[in-house]
């Protein structure tokens, strides 16, 4: 299973936990996606519910994951 990963676009009012022109990690919410959140794994290291609208879906190769995987 390939990670998924986002890039932050505005940091919805939450500059300590997101950081724009940053990528994070998603985790699979389907109930946050159909109130239009995302969960992430935000700057504390934990999980988190955002607005959607925060964040950009930007194809990424299997190179790249690994690399954002890794870091």
Do not use: H, Q, T
Request: glycine share 8%; aromatic share 10%.
């Amino acid at each position: 299973m390939r990670s998924k990963f986002l890039l932050c676009v505005n940091d919805g009012g939450f500059p300590e936990a997101l950081e724009p022109r940053k990528f994070y990690r998603v985790l699979d919410d389907v109930a946050a996606a159909v109130e239009g959140m995302v969960r992430v794994i935000d700057e504390s290291g934990d999980d988190y519910l955002y607005p959607l609208a925060c964040f950009i879906e930007i194809p990424l190769s299997g190179a790249v994951e690994g690399r954002l995987e890794a870091a």
